[in-house]
Each structure stands twice: as C-alpha cells, then as structure tokens.
C-alpha cells in the first residue's frame, strides 16, 4: 500500500487528512544510492546515514574488532557516491540532509559543504566544532577541497589533504 492509497482509503471512509504530506526516505545502503534518481521522482526529501552507507558500501562491519580498521568515510568510492546522490537530490527537487558520525566530523566538513549540502544532523558535542569551520570557510573554497578530494584514488590521500585543509582553518584544533 502506498501513501496515495492510504489517503485514498481515508478519504473514502471519510476520515479527513492532509494532502500536502511531505515523504521522505533515509538513503543508507548502495543499492538505494544507485537507484536515487527513480527515488527523487517520489520523495520530497532524503536524508544520506553515513554509518550504514559506508559500512554496506566498503563491506567492513564497523562492530567487528578484526576488520573495523578498514570502516573509514575517506574512502574515495563513498566521496564518489555522497556528490552523486547530492547531484541527483539537487536535479530531482528533493532535499537532501545527512547524518552520522560523518557529519559531526571536521575533517569532512568543508568536502561536505562543498559537494552541496547544508543540512546536518550530528551529536549536539560535535555542533560547536563544525559551525566554526562552516563560518570560516567560503562556497567556493569548500567546492575546490571538494574537487581536489574526489580527485584522490586512495583513502589515505584523502585523510591527509583534507586534514592539511581543515587544519588551514581551524589550526589551533587537533584534527
């Protein structure tokens, strides 16, 4: 059953509701990613869960000791895949937000911004930190970390240049 039946059947019973129900989705695995044109065609909104979309995407269990070294969000695929669902929101009309530990990271912040995105949802401890960088860095400084990241073939290319680039910014910050 879809929203448009359940509004449908209300109506016929009667039973009075909105017909402006904003729907959303979560995008937290890559088959969703792949998919996220056909789904911009049916949500208003998405909001990107780093945790699950990079453990399902690397195929690392970040809760198993043996291979959670290998869960890391500087991975170049999972840069490749965040610009293309940022992209894809940005050209269906659909919002789109994230959320995870990525999102309360610095060392990602300025990529994030620069890739499109302005909604965050992080732990209120991180809040402080990340507003700073925000209010330090430009659009079009944030969108040349941006492209320069997504240039890296490896993860540990990554983690070094954008940590040299938040710690332009934010040099008294242990990054």
């Given at each position: ?32 990613a ?90 209120p ?6 507003k ?44």
């Open positions: 059953m879809t929203l448009h039946d359940a509004m449908e059947d209300l109506e016929e019973l009667g039973t009075p509701c909105s017909n402006n129900i904003k729907v959303g989705m979560m995008l937290e695995t890559p088959a969703a792949i998919q996220v044109k056909e789904f911009c065609r049916e949500v208003d909104f998405m909001s990107i869960g780093t945790n699950d979309l990079i453990q399902y995407l690397l195929a690392v269990d970040r809760g198993n000791e043996r291979v959670s070294q290998f869960y890391t969000a500087s991975n170049p695929a999972l840069l490749r895949a965040l610009r293309d669902v940022v992209r894809a929101c940005a050209h269906g009309n659909a919002d789109c937000s994230l959320c995870g530990e990525m999102a309360g990271q610095p060392l990602y912040t300025m990529f994030l911004l620069g890739i499109g995105l302005r909604d965050f949802s992080m732990a401890a991180n809040i402080p930190e990340v700073k960088l925000i209010r330090l860095v430009t659009t079009t400084q944030a969108q040349r970390v941006a492209r320069r990241a997504l240039s890296f073939e490896t993860e540990r290319q990554v983690t070094n240049y954008l940590r040299d680039e938040t710690r332009k910014m934010l040099p008294e910050d242990p990054i």
